[in-house]
């Protein structure tokens, strides 16, 4: 009896225990957001002081985990989310303390009163290499003072992402970059500090490989500007992507020098373009480039012509550059025979066809992914490039006027390895829909968007009659768009092809028969017979399937 009551007593203190955990929690939750999302030490600390007395009541029940090395306990921790590693840090001083040396990536708040907590905070996080220090709009930044503090503190930094830190200038930057030498790579938006700061990076970061700048704010004039790199980085430096400078003029001298430069994308960029592509196609180093992103920029088939001098080019953004055609095109494809990737987004403006098309067919056997917008294809060269790249997997075709039913026939018939399609706002019709539930042997996922010809009864057909097929529709009827044909929010592109919410075969034939029945489109009562055939056997197939145990779940899962 008294050793029953001994037990309800320690189980009763325990739960009072567990509840002032909880409200101490949430309290020192919200005393610490200036930092989000990370508990300062300070914090930490008086929490466990504060409940020092629970830990010895709860105490009575030995903790397994003591028998568990440091190193053991890090690699748990470290498959954790960042809001579970915060709770692991409040159950004891030991997982306080390893849980902050196994931290590895900070996000931080960077405001101005970020500045105090710098020394408590870095003295747990101290084996920190990936930092970013992200300021509201709205909010005053972290000044020099801060930026310096911090890299006194991680000397070890790879990687540093920077976000609307409006307050940092030149002297910060420079004083920062002397003190984390190793830096690899910066990240850098809506920043003030201008040349020199950027230039003092480059002096000073020997093994820097990816830079990316956005919105530098600090340099007001490009052409009295001072020339940025290429410094001791343009030898280390991989990957350099600008975007929205009315200055990217002065980052030439660090695109020429960049000696083993692999990737570069420019976008939003003002000035002309040309002039640096064809200096940088003059150079040896055109050799090692793999990657070019054009977006919103100024140049034309004379830039393309240089651009074709990178033998080893593997992946083309051509997005909305009206300057550039066929010619252009021709001249990469026949050049640069191991493209792998081609996105052109022609604005409509008819200066990219099939000429341009037929020449990448021709040339580029290793093709995979094709993405074409604003651009009007025909059957002519989506029949060749169908035959001759017989890699092809991922094919977008949107805002065509000359893509309809003969177009995707083609493509059902020919494009053997292909696995991702995506179509939108083009002529294409339920019957395009019927040569893909024929076509296609690889065919894994299919978005349809925004084409006024396919009705949900195309899209339940092409999933009925391919039940491995993914099918995203989005047909603009609300009234009548099922919840498994919802946009889902993919990207307009179609590159991105989520995966289907369950839906059982039943369901799916009852969702084809509402179709059906509730449709005014003018379908032919044939297609209407076979889709209804098709549902009367997905209907009983299913129902097989549960009476004898089987899953009922969807296939689109």
């Not at 290499?129 to 890299?151: F, G, N, P, Q, Y």
Request: aromatic content about 4%; glycine content about 8%.
């Amino acid at each position: 009896m008294g050793q029953a009551a001994s037990t309800a007593s320690v189980a009763c203190r325990r739960e009072s225990v567990q509840a002032q955990r909880s409200t101490d929690t949430s309290s020192k939750t919200r005393s610490t957001a200036s930092v989000s999302p990370m508990l300062a030490s300070a914090a930490a600390e008086d929490y466990l002081d504060d409940n020092r007395r629970g830990d010895e009541v709860i105490g009575e029940i030995r903790d397994y985990t003591s028998d568990l090395p440091n190193e053991c306990l890090a690699s748990v921790f470290q498959s954790l989310s960042s809001a579970d590693r915060n709770r692991c840090s409040l159950v004891c001083r030991r997982w306080l303390q390893i849980e902050g040396q196994s931290r590895h990536r900070l996000s931080l708040n960077a405001q101005s009163d970020l500045l105090p907590v710098i020394p408590s905070l870095f003295s747990r996080f101290d084996s920190v290499t990936k930092l970013a220090l992200k300021c509201d709009r709205r909010s005053v930044s972290i000044r020099d003072e801060a930026l310096v503090l911090i890299s006194e503190r991680c000397p070890n930094l790879t990687r540093l992402k920077l976000r609307a830190c409006r307050e940092l200038t030149d002297a910060g930057m420079e004083a920062f970059s002397k003190n984390c030498k190793g830096l690899k790579k910066l990240s850098c938006g809506s920043c003030t500090f201008g040349s020199k700061g950027m230039n003092a990076v480059l002096d000073n970061c020997a093994a820097l490989e990816e830079l990316s700048v956005k919105r530098l704010r600090g340099i007001s004039d490009a052409a009295a500007a001072e020339p940025i790199g290429p410094g001791v980085a343009a030898a280390s430096l991989k990957t350099v992507c600008l975007k929205e400078l009315y200055n990217g003029q002065c980052f030439g001298s660090l695109i020429l020098g960049a000696t083993n430069l692999r990737t570069l994308k420019l976008f939003r960029c003002s000035g002309d373009w040309d002039k640096l592509f064809q200096l940088l196609a003059d150079r040896a180093m055109s050799a090692s480039m793999v990657e070019v992103h054009l977006e919103r920029l100024q140049i034309s088939d004379v830039g393309l012509q240089a651009i074709a001098n990178y033998s080893n080019l593997e992946i083309l953004h051509l997005v909305k550059t009206p300057e550039c055609t066929d010619f252009g095109l021709i001249a990469i494809a026949e050049r640069c025979k191991l493209l792998r990737k081609l996105h052109v987004d022609g604005w409509k403006a008819n200066r990219i066809g099939d000429k341009g098309l037929i020449a990448v067919a021709k040339c580029c056997p290793n093709l995979q992914e094709l993405v074409l917008m604003g651009v009007n294809p025909t059957k002519a060269s989506l029949e060749m490039l169908a035959s001759n790249c017989q890699n092809l997997e991922r094919l977008a075709l949107c805002g065509s006027d000359t893509v309809g039913d003969p177009e995707i026939s083609c493509i059902a018939a020919k494009c053997i390895a292909l696995k991702k399609l995506c179509i939108k706002s083009c002529p294409v019709s339920d019957h395009g829909m019927e040569a893909l539930a024929s076509g296609c042997p690889n065919l894994v996922k299919v978005k349809v968007k925004k084409c006024k010809g396919v009705t949900s009864e195309g899209g339940d057909w092409l999933r009925l009659t391919r039940g491995s097929i993914a099918v995203n529709l989005d047909t603009g009827e609300t009234e009548q768009q099922d919840a498994s044909a919802s946009d889902g929010g993919a990207q307009d592109n179609g590159l991105e092809f989520p995966s289907m919410p369950s839906q059982t075969a039943a369901s799916a034939s009852a969702s084809a028969s509402a179709s059906i029945a509730s449709s005014s489109t003018g379908r032919s009562s044939s297609f209407k017979s076979r889709l209804g055939l098709l549902s009367g056997r997905s209907l009983v197939a299913s129902t097989w399937r549960r009476w004898s145990g089987g899953s009922t779940s969807g296939r689109h899962g």
